[in-house]
């Protein structure tokens, strides 16, 4: 950790404000280029307590960059994780306000929600599977607050991991019911089919996406807590979206998702 308590409370402030006004700031490591993995999630934290206090609930969490594609997309090696918040929900079929973001992105994802607690160090696909209610399809919204979407990884840790909004829909299904790494994905942008995948994008199987965001709670001391949402991270590349664009993703045996930037 290189950063102190005050450091970490305005930087967390900064990019609240940068959400809030759709005003995006310089990637933190610009004047801070030693931050590193502990500041940038005591800052997203941080953020998180402010919203907290501000009223916001909770709805969820999320693992970022699990796919191979957002990998590459990316440049980078390893997974993040964040937060989900109340106001970013979005009903299927949801029309959602494009002004409300600085340069809104979807990708399509699985998302879990778990019956009983999962703890690491040690979680592994079979216990978050034990563990899990019922899977059902997801479209991630993401915006970066970041200026021309120059980040890197610590940065985009402490901007929550560009965490904007969320829409679930289609069909849940138990675990047992399918087979979740080669439950295949048509994405269709404006009635074009644009992206196609399969489960096995992300991580080999999207359990192990849960099981590894416990194992990094862990490292400060938490737990996924039984009730949870969680977004296991895009099948696919993130697509840019413009006013009026529709998206619809097509999930086998989950149904689908879909949405509108109105
Ligand atoms: O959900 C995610 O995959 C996190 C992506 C963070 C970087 C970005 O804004 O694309
Ligand atoms: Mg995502």
């Not at 699985?110 to 899990?132: D, K, M, S, W, Y």
């Not at 299904?173 to 048509?186: A, M, N, Q």
């Not at 696919?236 to 993703?249: E, F, I, K, S, W």
């Amino acid at each position: 950790m290189t950063l102190d308590e005050a450091t970490v409370n305005a930087l967390a402030g900064r990019l609240e404000r940068a959400e809030r006004e759709r005003k995006p700031v310089a990637k933190l490591t610009d004047e801070y280029p030693a931050l590193d993995w502990d500041d940038a999630y005591a800052i997203q934290n941080t953020l998180r307590a402010h919203k907290i206090a501000a009223g916001v609930r909770i709805a969820g969490l999320k693992a970022g960059l699990t796919s191979k594609a957002k990998m590459k997309q990316m440049n980078v090696a390893e997974p993040v994780f964040g937060f989900l918040c109340d106001y970013g929900a979005y009903g299927d079929g949801g029309e959602v306000p494009f002004e409300r973001y600085i340069a809104p992105r979807i990708e399509a994802e699985i998302a879990f929600v778990t019956a009983r607690e999962l703890r690491g160090p040690g979680c592994h696909i079979a216990q978050v599977l034990a563990a899990t209610e019922f899977v059902l399809p997801a479209v991630e919204i993401l915006d970066s607050r970041y200026e021309n979407f120059r980040f890197d990884l610590v940065s985009v840790v402490a901007d929550n991991t560009s965490a904007a909004g969320f829409v679930t829909g289609g069909r849940p299904r138990r675990v047992s019911e399918i087979d979740l790494p080669t439950l295949g994905l048509v994405v269709e942008h404006n009635g074009r089919v644009v992206e196609t995948a399969a489960g096995a994008a992300v991580l080999g199987h999207p359990a192990e996406s849960v099981a590894m965001l416990a194992n990094s709670l862990a490292r400060r001391g938490e737990a996924i807590p039984a009730g949870s949402f969680i977004m296991t991270g895009g099948i696919t590349a993130a697509l840019a979206m413009a006013r009026g664009d529709c998206v619809t993703a097509r999930f086998q045996d989950l149904g689908s998702v879909s949405l509108r930037f109105v």
